[in-house]
């Protein structure tokens, strides 16, 4: 029987991550009700920060071998540029690895230069990651398909080996530098136009300013947000709504970055519904109360009356409901809950439903057919290359308007920042406009 010292080093990063996991499991399933609440709060992200570590060492090796060890055999490693190159390779891969912890320990109303660094560093590592493993891919295929037949020279086949890391190093280069322009632009404002069955003709050309995934914390500070305010008062909403996942951190450490959300001043209201990462925080009691007191309204599975400003007699429902990931981390009190948050909402009125994930919008249809427009967000439309692929194929919707059945839609927004890199490839931060049409 195999030894643990005796496994290859990835098959030991493995099996760590494994273990990680495990306590993750074990902790949230027996520890969560011992544990004081900032105890455990930071300790499920010390977990997890640890869980992305030990995944991340399997891609790290791979990354060392391809792109320093393949050329320590060659005549370049005499060269004097290889030894500055070897520390640039391990500083990035350190800074890759350590944007998990920023959340621990670099939190405040700015991002600190270290976690911007970090954080493009991990979206590097990630496209260099996926070039590496293409190539390599191209190149197997091309040895199976070629065959066997003529064995090529030794300077050829270092020549080749050499090429792929410069290769994927060289595309990776560039696509960070794009990814880093893009995400620096602001948010680019969508209007959009949905017909919402039952809408009183009053209330024909509402405009709902829809936000989501802001994230404020490592990467995203409160420079950001008051910009993407001064946009949202541009547009003069009557309601403004944020779809969940406004922050990763906790109210208190970064609660002066948050204070722009008391310029939004949209007559029927601002309101708010939790997503994922307010959850990863745990603190979720704390940032209702910070919500309240800059005028937000949380919708903790609950709905209110929005009334028409020509006549009283009309209305529709807006409802909101917890993000779907309360009832895995086995958060007290919060978790979707539909038919509460729908109580008091007929079929008679027109309903617009707030759910952060796309597939919490899913199952509301599936319950609640007559629900006439969700608004989500989540997906980040994917962020960048080449996590788009597996956004797009885990989310029921990725991006933008979708038509379901006969007058129910469901829009999903890219969201109006990111998580955490800094880098957007394939998607665009955006503000929603949506106007609402009476039919």
Not at 176 to 200: F, I
Not at 377 to 383: D, K, L, M, Y
Not at 425 to 431: C, H, K, N, W, Y
Request: aromatic letters at 10%; charged letters at 15%.
């Amino acid at each position: 029987m195999i030894s643990f010292k005796q496994l290859p080093l990835e098959a030991k990063a493995a099996v760590a991550a494994g273990v990680v996991f495990f306590s993750m499991m074990l902790s949230r399933s027996y520890l969560a009700e011992q544990l004081e609440l900032r105890t455990r709060r930071w300790f499920l992200r010390l977990q997890m920060a640890l869980f992305a570590n030990a995944l991340m060492l399997i891609g790290s090796l791979h990354v060392w071998r391809s792109t320093v060890t393949t050329f320590s055999r060659s005549s370049a490693a005499s060269s004097f540029c290889f030894m500055p190159w070897k520390i640039a390779v391990f500083m990035f891969l350190a800074l890759a690895h350590s944007s998990f912890f920023t959340l621990l320990f670099l939190v405040a109303e700015e991002p600190y230069f270290f976690s911007l660094a970090a954080y493009t560093c991990l979206g590097a590592y990630i496209l260099l990651i996926f070039f590496l493993f293409t190539l390599g891919s191209v190149e197997q295929a091309y040895k199976f398909l070629a065959g066997r037949g003529t064995k090529a020279g030794t300077g050829n086949k270092n020549s080749r080996t050499a090429m792929k890391p410069v290769l994927a190093v060289m595309l990776t280069v560039v696509l960070t530098v794009v990814g880093l322009l893009n995400a620096s632009q602001p948010p680019t404002v969508n209007s959009v136009e949905v017909p919402v069955h039952k809408l009183p003709s009053t209330m024909n050309n509402l405009k709902v300013v829809l936000l989501s995934d802001i994230h404020l914390g490592p990467t995203v500070g409160k420079t950001k947000l008051a910009m993407i305010v001064r946009m949202v008062k541009a547009l003069k909403p009557d309601i403004t709504v944020i779809v969940g996942d406004l922050t990763d951190s906790e109210a208190e450490i970064i609660q002066p970055a948050v204070e722009p959300l008391g310029e939004l001043n949209s007559p029927l209201g601002t309101y708010f519904v939790t997503g994922n990462h307010e959850y990863y925080t745990s603190d979720v009691s704390n940032w209702f109360e910070l919500l309240k007191s800059f005028n937000i309204r949380p919708l903790h599975n609950e709905n209110v009356k929005i009334v028409s400003p020509k006549s009283t007699d009309d209305w529709f429902c807006l409802a909101g409901v917890d993000d779907i990931e309360a009832d895995a981390l086995r958060y007290l009190g919060h978790g979707m809950d539909l038919k509460k948050a729908l109580r008091g909402c007929s079929s008679e009125h027109a309903i617009v439903l707030l759910a952060h994930q796309p597939i919490a919008a899913k199952w509301a249809l599936q319950e609640r057919p007559d629900i006439n427009l969700i608004l989500s967000g989540h997906t980040h439309g994917g962020q960048m290359f080449p996590l788009n692929a597996g956004a797009y194929f885990l989310n029921p919707f990725f991006v933008g308007l979708y038509k379901v059945g006969q007058n129910t839609f469901v829009y999903v927004s890219p969201g109006t920042m990111y998580f955490g890199i800094p880098i957007r490839l394939g998607s665009r931060a955006e503000i929603t406009e949506i106007i609402l049409r009476s039919p």
